[in-house]
């Protein structure tokens, strides 16, 4: 398990590392995925406990979001000045995304002959 | 100041204090979660977030003071995403399969959110600066806030409705897609990864593996391509 964790943080270390050698539009974490990916795909399976560990995490990515969440109380006045059309803008705009991505994903996807995307 | 007081005071100030209060707000919204039968309302980043915002500010606890403990938790963000890796390696062959679909599911909802965004703060008479800050709100928060910065708004005010939108995407998302009879896993997760970033995929890997690993496509692949066609469109904001 403790290996497990070592190359993670080793994927996004070098993740972190890459993106700013290179200037690129990534967060380092996104580019480590795609790293540790390359080498998932290059070993042709995952060390079992590899995968234990990441379940572990993912178990309770939500968690992981709380301490940045808890931020927006730093960001109270710009908010409460304009929250009507904030209010509008994001519950609007996330409904259209989450509508248009996931509708036209399945209608795509769904080829004639029923098979299951 | 009472001995219990003076007690209070110096915990308060501690980051164990902070750390074991976001740990236990977070079980116990879980509880409550499970308990609704995984009501939208319920969503356990909401309710923690909820509480925890509550708290402090009943509390008069500086942002900071709290971040000091919770920065631990913060901090298994970079080891988790990469982690996203291994529910993607397990449906490589589906996304493969699937490409054409992915692509269009990607574009079509990453531009609704951008333009409906925009197009609704300007109707309502908001600034350049709130426009430029929130134009980047479905992408993952590193990524949006150096983005608004290019375009002239603000990284804090980005990062708070990053995640805002992140939770309204994560608590009501699947109700929206149950709804609209969206039931493909794949459908569902891909449109949670683009709309809600990694809050609407913590709610995706609830749902199922494939679920969560479609939501992690999304995001990333939604991060790379509102990076490459935003900064296009900072000509149009300021102008």
């Known amino acids: ?117 | 100041m009472t001995p219990l007081q003076e007690i209070w005071v110096y915990l308060a100030e501690r980051p164990l204090f902070a750390l074991t209060l976001t740990l236990a707000t977070w079980l116990g919204a879980q509880w409550i979660f499970e308990r609704s039968g995984g009501r939208a309302w319920a969503n356990p980043v909401l309710l923690s977030v909820l509480v925890l915002s509550v708290f402090l500010l009943a509390s008069r606890t500086e942002y900071a003071t709290y971040f000091e403990g919770a920065q631990f938790i913060h901090f298994l963000l970079g080891p988790a995403t990469v982690a996203l890796a291994i529910p993607l390696y397990h449906q490589l062959g589906r996304i493969r399969r699937n490409a054409p679909a992915i692509a269009a599911g990607l574009a079509t909802g990453s531009l609704l959110a951008v333009a409906s965004t925009l197009i609704l703060l300007a109707l309502f008479g908001a600034g350049p600066l709130l426009l430029a800050s929130l134009a980047p709100k479905s992408v993952t928060s590193p990524v949006a806030m150096a983005l608004a910065e290019q375009l002239g708004g603000s990284p804090p005010l980005a990062a708070v409705h990053v995640i805002l939108t992140g939770i309204l995407g994560a608590s009501f998302g699947p109700w929206l897609l149950d709804r609209l009879r969206i039931a493909d896993e794949a459908a569902r997760g891909l449109a949670l990864g683009v709309a809600a970033h990694g809050i609407g995929t913590a709610r995706a890997l609830r749902e199922s593996a494939r679920c969560g690993a479609f939501a992690g496509l999304g995001m990333g692949l939604n991060a790379l391509l509102t990076a490459a066609y935003l900064p296009l469109l900072g000509g149009l904001l300021s102008g």
């Open chain 1, 1 to 117: 398990m403790l290996a497990a964790l070592a190359g993670l943080f080793a994927c996004q270390l070098a993740g972190e590392f890459l993106v700013r050698a290179l200037g690129l539009p990534l967060p380092g974490p996104v580019l480590g995925l795609l790293l540790l990916l390359l080498f998932l795909v290059l070993r042709g399976s995952v060390p079992k406990s590899l995968e234990v560990t990441a379940n572990g995490l993912l178990r309770h990515l939500g968690l992981l979001f709380v301490p940045a969440g808890v931020g927006v109380i730093t960001q109270l006045e710009p908010i409460a000045g304009a929250w009507p059309g904030l209010l509008v803008a994001l519950v609007v705009s996330t409904g259209l995304a989450l509508a248009g991505t996931g509708w036209l994903y399945a209608r795509m996807a769904h080829r004639p002959k029923g098979r299951k995307a």
